[in-house]
């Protein structure tokens, strides 16, 4: 019945559609004329539910002569799959953090390695064979969105399918600090260390996060040093490397660089067509190669927007009935950014104008006030508006390292936070750009 219904749907849906909605779809049950059709995810069900049952309700009289009533159910397995917490070991009277909460579709044979993250990819993968061993602790740093997230949860899945009993502890910076002001407050912070320290690997993500909060550096480090001597695995992730995290205790900057720093970076078209391409696959999406490129080459930072984007693309092509190609895409995709446009000698020029100073100046090593609040400004506006590296930033303004760069950027983006007057400078600065750019 099922295969029936597929040849007459094949003839009277589009190509995508049928790929992307009818084709991972299968049958379940024929009982009593009511067809239950599996769908592998709810998203997927909710489509089929709404758009196309009665389609099927119609091919499926057409194959048997009588007519039928259909139903949809999301497969078992993929409800698990898209269950975003996996919860190992109950143990009903630990906190609840004892849970490792791992998102079930962070592990390596998801992660897309390319140029981009190939150290940071072999580093975890040597950690999560020999934890404690290689790379004590590692320490992930990456813009929004690069993928450290997911590379540390991998290492953690990684473990836990070797020996189910691992004791695993992933927490964000935040949720560290909160259950140890909890702990504080019910006094309870016998339960808390005892919880952290004897686990055999701890991953805390977006350490950045810990800047200024003394007290939870303060028992950090001592969680830190408890692990670390005795051999267990310590993941770290961040934004910045330790350096540059303000407000970081030295003691704590000294020990997060003590094993192995390193950076993921944003991914080239290769590299984001591949994790498109296996994006699909997953979620057993037809998209066309050509429709791949277009959106790869529309999101060019963030992993995230880029998948978000090809979820967006094939929920509109499914809402409106149209082909899955470039130009029906198009409305969907961010607007085209002008930044190609703005040229590094543009911003130069624009904040020699605005701050009254030389490019000579700037590009020399003053350390005079005015001169050098230009140069930071020129760096972060070069990140902002250009796809310069940041080494090739650093010699745009007189040969300056990244790591300068890398400080004058984060400098601006803080006081671009705290003071008002930045902000409308930027705002000015940007407008003025966009505005030249193009003309
Ligand atoms: P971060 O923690 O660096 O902000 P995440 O780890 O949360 O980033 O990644 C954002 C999204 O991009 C996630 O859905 C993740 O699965 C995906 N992603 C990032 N890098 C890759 C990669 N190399 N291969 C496949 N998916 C990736
Ligand atoms: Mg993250």
Same mark, same amino acid.
């Given at each position: 019945?099922?295969?029936?219904?597929?040849?007459?749907?094949?003839?009277?849906?589009?190509?995508?559609?049928?790929?992307?909605?009818?084709?991972?779809?299968?049958?379940?049950?024929?009982?009593?004329?009511?067809?239950?059709?599996?769908?592998?995810?709810?998203?997927?069900?909710?489509?089929?539910?709404?758009?196309?049952?009665?389609?099927?309700?119609?091919?499926?009289?057409?194959?048997?002569?009588?007519?039928?009533?259909?139903?949809?159910?999301?497969?078992?397995?993929?409800?698990?799959?898209?269950?975003?917490?996996?919860?190992?070991?109950?143990?009903?009277?630990?906190?609840?953090?004892?849970?490792?909460?791992?998102?079930?579709?962070?592990?390596?044979?998801?992660?897309?390695?390319?140029?981009?993250?190939?150290?940071?990819?072999?580093?975890?993968?040597?950690?999560?064979?020999?934890?404690?061993?290689?790379?004590?602790?590692?320490?992930?740093?990456?813009?929004?969105?690069?993928?450290?997230?997911?590379?540390?949860?991998?290492?953690?899945?990684?473990?836990? &399918? $070797?020996? /189910? +009993?691992?004791? *695993?502890?992933?927490?964000?910076? =935040?949720?560290?600090?909160?259950?140890?002001?909890?702990?504080?407050?019910?006094?309870?912070?016998?339960?808390?260390?005892?919880?952290?320290?004897?686990?055999?690997?701890?991953?805390?993500?977006?350490?950045?996060?810990?800047?200024?909060?003394?007290?939870?550096?303060?028992?950090?480090?001592?969680?830190?040093?408890?692990?670390?001597?005795?051999?267990?695995?310590?993941?770290?992730?961040?934004?910045?490397?330790?350096?540059?995290?303000?407000?970081?205790?030295?003691?704590?900057?000294?020990?997060?660089?003590?094993?192995?720093?390193?950076?993921?970076?944003?991914? &080239? $078209?290769? /590299? +984001?067509?591949? *994790?498109?391409?296996?994006?699909? =696959?997953?979620?057993?999406?037809?998209?066309?190669?050509?429709?791949?490129?277009?959106?790869?080459?529309?999101?060019?930072?963030?992993?995230?927007?880029?998948?978000?984007?090809?979820?967006?693309?094939?929920?509109?092509?499914?809402?409106?009935?149209?082909?899955?190609?470039?130009?029906?895409?198009?409305?969907?995709?961010?607007?085209?950014?002008?930044?190609?446009?703005?040229?590094?000698?543009?911003?130069?020029?624009?904040?020699?104008?605005?701050?009254?100073?030389?490019?000579?100046?700037?590009?020399?090593?003053?350390?005079?006030?005015?001169?050098?609040?230009?140069?930071?400004?020129?760096?972060?506006?070069?990140?902002?508006?250009?796809?310069?590296?940041?080494?090739?930033?650093?010699?745009?303004?007189?040969?300056?390292?990244?790591?300068?760069?890398?400080?004058?950027?984060?400098?601006?983006?803080?006081?671009?936070?705290?003071?008002?007057?930045?902000?409308?400078?930027?705002?000015?600065?940007?407008?003025?750009?966009?505005?030249?750019?193009?003309?």
């Amino acid at each position: 019945l099922w295969d029936g219904i597929l040849s007459h749907l094949k003839g009277r849906l589009s190509r995508p559609t049928f790929e992307t909605w009818i084709k991972p779809a299968t049958a379940q049950q024929f009982d009593q004329d009511c067809l239950i059709i599996r769908t592998p995810n709810p998203f997927a069900r909710s489509w089929l539910q709404q758009h196309y049952a009665g389609a099927i309700a119609q091919a499926g009289e057409q194959v048997i002569g009588r007519p039928i009533q259909v139903d949809f159910i999301v497969s078992e397995q993929s409800e698990e799959t898209s269950k975003p917490v996996i919860e190992r070991e109950p143990a009903p009277v630990a906190p609840p953090a004892n849970v490792a909460s791992l998102n079930s579709k962070y592990t390596f044979s998801r992660f897309v390695v390319g140029a981009n993250n190939r150290m940071a990819h072999v580093a975890a993968l040597a950690v999560a064979e020999m934890p404690g061993c290689n790379y004590n602790p590692l320490f992930l740093c990456g813009g929004v969105g690069l993928g450290k997230t997911h590379l540390m949860q991998a290492i953690g899945h990684y473990r836990l &399918d $070797i020996d /189910t +009993r691992t004791k *695993i502890a992933y927490v964000s910076t =935040e949720r560290f600090a909160n259950e140890l002001i909890e702990a504080i407050r019910r006094d309870a912070m016998q339960t808390f260390r005892e919880h952290y320290r004897r686990v055999d690997l701890l991953m805390i993500d977006d350490i950045q996060f810990i800047e200024g909060k003394e007290y939870t550096q303060e028992e950090f480090f001592h969680t830190f040093n408890a692990l670390y001597e005795s051999g267990k695995q310590i993941v770290i992730a961040s934004d910045r490397p330790p350096q540059l995290i303000p407000r970081l205790q030295e003691r704590l900057s000294s020990r997060f660089s003590m094993g192995l720093i390193t950076d993921i970076q944003q991914p &080239d $078209i290769e /590299t +984001r067509m591949a *994790i498109l391409q296996k994006k699909a =696959e997953y979620e057993n999406m037809f998209v066309p190669q050509d429709v791949i490129h277009h959106i790869a080459s529309a999101y060019t930072t963030n992993i995230r927007e880029l998948e978000g984007a090809l979820i967006r693309a094939v929920a509109y092509v499914s809402i409106s009935g149209l082909p899955m190609t470039v130009e029906t895409i198009s409305p969907i995709l961010s607007p085209p950014r002008t930044r190609g446009e703005i040229t590094d000698e543009a911003i130069l020029e624009l904040v020699c104008d605005e701050l009254k100073v030389s490019a000579e100046d700037m590009r020399s090593d003053s350390r005079r006030r005015d001169i050098s609040q230009a140069r930071q400004l020129c760096m972060y506006l070069l990140r902002k508006y250009t796809d310069l590296s940041l080494p090739k930033i650093g010699q745009a303004l007189g040969g300056k390292d990244h790591t300068t760069v890398l400080y004058a950027i984060d400098k601006i983006e803080q006081s671009k936070l705290r003071d008002p007057e930045v902000q409308r400078l930027l705002q000015r600065l940007g407008n003025r750009l966009e505005a030249d750019a193009r003309h």
